[in-house]
């Protein structure tokens, strides 16, 4: 029986900065954060979009009534948790509208944690094939103004159902993962902002990449020859580029130039949304079964997680024939191209804000949101409260 990939989807704030203007406001070369960082534009999460809303909204644009009946399991990966206890699943689950019969639950491991729901879910189709699995990766990467880390933040979800007989990628159960104890990236208990050690995190990317396929190598007896793409954790666009070129480094000419032709569609959302990190993988598939060439039947991409701290895992999986008339396209396209340009003092003082530390009750603007979807409208006696606009 073949599991994987039915839907997927995605959200991201409607307000964005431009690259090179923020570049001009740090006095650095532009060419440094579009070339040398490969990003165009940066999305913005203003206060009424937090990484529970912005799940919901992602789920809400590919979930129908028959996935609402089918979901018993809705797994939200994210490192911009809103609670110390409560699950942004639970949330999620309620305001997608999914049937009550469900389990909810978070899982957090940076920026991979999504990766684990997803091998989550195949144990759960294989067992219940009748049933699906609501996956979600939803994130704000904030590092803090001038910081180094300043131009890799972003926000956005990636909503995926997983069923038996998915509709576009059928994914192999045969990946390998590994786990090192180190500190590349973390963001303590006490901080909005994550703290990073931005070199040491691109190197041990590059590390678990080349360790993980090596494993997978030996174990699955592919090569990079049995691969038409490769997708990549993206927490800026170049990173993608460095990955493919450490695999890529003995590889043949045919080989190379055919992974590093689907490079450019599969970076395209990534480039004009920023690191949303658990969904950055995810966004990086989005973008090329949506704005690559139609891949032939049955061709196998593979895929590489990395989430500091750190979790590498890869694995691969085969498009379905047929794939391409089961994206969204115009829905991601106009997303993308509706958002408003945020001057970069409105984007600096929408980073700094923050909802009360004391617990006092507040009431948002969620002026920046459209008609339809879900925002964070507020908090009342604690308690976080959600609706439509
Ligand atoms: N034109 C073109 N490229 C330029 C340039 C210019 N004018 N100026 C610099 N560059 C290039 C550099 O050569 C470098 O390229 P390389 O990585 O291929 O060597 C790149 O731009 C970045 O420059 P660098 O000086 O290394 O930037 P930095 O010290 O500001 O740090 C990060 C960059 C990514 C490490 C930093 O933004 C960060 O810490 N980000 C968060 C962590 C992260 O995302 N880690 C990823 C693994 S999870």
């Known amino acids: ?50 990484a529970v809303s912005m799940a919901a909204n992602a789920a809400l644009e590919v979930l129908d009534d028959e996935d609402k009946e089918a979901i018993d399991f809705v797994l939200l990966g994210t490192e ?10 639970v949330w999620v689950h309620h305001l997608a509208g999914i049937q009550k019969y469900a389990r909810s639950v978070e899982l957090k491991q940076a920026c991979y944690s999504a990766t ?22 939803t994130d704000i990467a904030k590092y803090g103004l001038n910081t180094g880390g300043e131009p890799t933040q972003g926000a956005g979800a990636v909503a995926i159902v997983l069923s038996a007989n998915p509709r576009i990628l059928a994914l192999d159960a045969d990946s390998v993962s590994m786990s090192e104890d180190i500190s590349d990236f973390w963001r303590p208990l006490h901080s909005d902002y994550a703290l990073v050690d931005g070199k040491f995190s691109n190197q041990a990317y590059l590390n678990f990449l080349t360790d993980v396929w090596g494993e997978y190598k030996q174990r699955t007896h592919r090569d990079l020859s049995d691969f038409e793409a490769l997708c990549f954790h993206v927490p800026y666009t170049k990173m993608g580029k460095k990955a493919l070129k450490a695999l890529t480094e003995q590889a043949s000419e045919e080989d190379t130039a055919r992974l590093m032709g689907y490079y450019e569609p599969s970076i395209s959302y990534n480039k004009a949304v920023g690191n949303i990190y658990t969904g950055s993988l995810y966004l990086s598939l989005l973008s090329l079964l949506e704005q690559g060439p139609e891949l032939p039947e049955n061709a196998r991409i593979g895929l590489f997680s990395y989430g500091s701290g750190a979790v590498g895992e890869f694995f691969s999986g085969k498009v379905k024939p047929g794939y391409k008339s089961h994206m969204m396209k115009e829905a991601h396209e106009s997303l993308l191209s509706n958002r408003r340009e945020l001057t970069i003092e409105e984007y600096e003082a929408i980073l700094q804000q923050s909802l009360p530390k004391d617990g006092t009750d507040v009431a948002l603007d969620f002026e920046e949101t459209s008609t339809g979807s879900v925002v964070l409208k507020g908090v009342q006696d604690n308690i976080r409260q959600y609706g439509i606009k």
């Open 1 to 50: 029986m073949e599991i994987g990939i039915d839907k997927i989807g995605f959200y991201t704030p409607e307000v964005f900065i431009d690259m090179e203007k923020l570049a001009e406001a740090r006095g650095v070369e532009p060419a440094k954060y579009t070339i040398g960082i490969g990003q165009e534009k940066m999305a913005v999460a203003p206060l009424s979009q937090d």
């Open 80 to 89: 911009s948790g809103v609670d110390h206890s409560k699950s942004g699943a």
């Open 116 to 137: 684990a729901a997803i091998t989550m879910a195949m144990g759960h189709i294989s067992l219940h094939p009748d049933r699906k699995v609501l996956v979600l990766g």
